[in-house]
T-cell receptor, first 112, second 113 residues
Framework: SQQGEEDPQALSIQEGENATMNCSYKTSINNLQWYRQNSGRGLVHLILIRSNEREKHSGRLRVTLDTSKKSSSLLITASRAADTASYFCATDPTGANSKLTFGKGITLSVRP | DAGVIQSPRHEVTEMGQEVTLRCKPISGHNSLFWYRQTMMRGLELLIYFNNNVPIDDSGMPEDRFSAKMPNASFSTLKIQPSEPRDSAVYFC???????????FGPGTRLTVL
C-alpha cells in the first residue's frame, strides 16, 4: 500500500475559505513534502518539512507534522480559484535509498 | 532555467512498437527520476539515477522497460514492445540529491493502441 495516504480524496470549497488536507504514513521518515499538480501538468513542489520540525509556513500555506501520529496536514488559507488542483504528499522513508513515495492525491476544487 | 524538458509531449503508437521517451534534467542536478502516473495506480516511481548511475529500478514493471542515463544531461526510458496497459503519463524529475525537492517535467502522455 502507499506510504503516504491523503485524506479526503476530494474537497470542494468556496473561494476565501480555508482548505485542510491530511496525510498519514506508515514508517519513520526523514522528511515529508507536499506537491501540487494542475490538470495536464507536472507536479510542483510546495513545501518540505523535516522530521524534527513540527510546523512550517510558506505564504498562504501552513504544514504541520506529527511524527508520533505519523501524520501531516496542509492548510491553504483564503483559498482562490487558482488553487484548484490535485495535492500530493510525499514521504522520504528512512533507509529507503533517498527516494520519495507519493500518495494518490487530493482533488481540491475552489468555487469562485 | 528551462526546467526539466521532456519529449515528446504526446505519443500514440500501436501495440508491439518500440517507444522512447526522453528527458533533459535541470543543469547541476545529480538525481533523476522516472515516474508513471495512471488513474488506477497513481504516481509510481519506475527508476532513480544518482550521478548517472541507476540506484533503484525496483519499480520497473518488467523487462520490456529499460532506462539509460549516458550523461548528466540526458536520459531515456524505452518500452519494447509496448502494450496497451503501458498507456499512462510518464514524468521525469530531477533534484539536487535524492529526497530533496524534486522538479518535474511536463510529462509525456503515451497512448498504446
Amino acid at each position: 500500500s502507499q506510504q503516504g495516504e491523503e485524506d479526503p480524496q476530494a474537497l470542494s470549497i468556496q473561494e476565501g475559505e480555508n482548505a485542510t488536507m491530511n496525510c498519514s504514513y506508515k514508517t519513520s521518515i526523514n522528511n515529508l513534502q507536499w506537491y501540487r499538480q494542475n490538470s495536464g501538468r507536472g507536479l510542483v513542489h510546495l513545501i518540505l518539512i523535516r522530521s524534527n520540525e513540527r510546523e512550517k509556513h510558506s505564504g498562504r500555506l501552513r504544514v504541520t507534522l506529527d511524527t508520533s501520529k505519523k501524520s501531516s496536514s496542509l492548510l491553504i488559507t483564503a483559498s482562490r480559484a487558482a488553487d484548484t488542483a490535485s495535492y500530493f504528499c510525499a514521504t522520504d522513508p528512512t533507509g529507503a535509498n533517498s527516494k520519495l513515495t507519493f500518495g494518490k492525491g487530493i482533488t481540491l476544487s475552489v468555487r469562485p | 532555467d528551462a526546467g526539466v524538458i521532456q519529449s515528446p509531449r504526446h505519443e500514440v503508437t500501436e501495440m508491439g512498437q518500440e517507444v522512447t521517451l526522453r528527458c533533459k534534467p535541470i543543469s547541476g542536478h545529480n538525481s533523476l527520476f522516472w515516474y508513471r502516473q495512471t488513474m488506477m495506480r497513481g504516481l509510481e516511481l519506475l527508476i532513480y539515477f544518482n550521478n548517472n548511475v541507476p540506484i533503484d529500478d525496483s519499480g520497473m514493471p518488467e523487462d520490456r522497460f529499460s532506462a539509460k542515463m549516458p550523461n548528466a544531461s540526458f536520459s531515456t526510458l524505452k518500452i519494447q514492445p509496448s502494450e496497451p496497459r503501458d498507456s499512462a503519463v510518464y514524468f521525469c524529475a530531477s533534484s539536487l540529491g535524492g529526497a530533496t525537492e524534486q522538479f518535474f517535467g511536463p510529462g509525456t502522455r503515451l497512448t498504446v493502441l
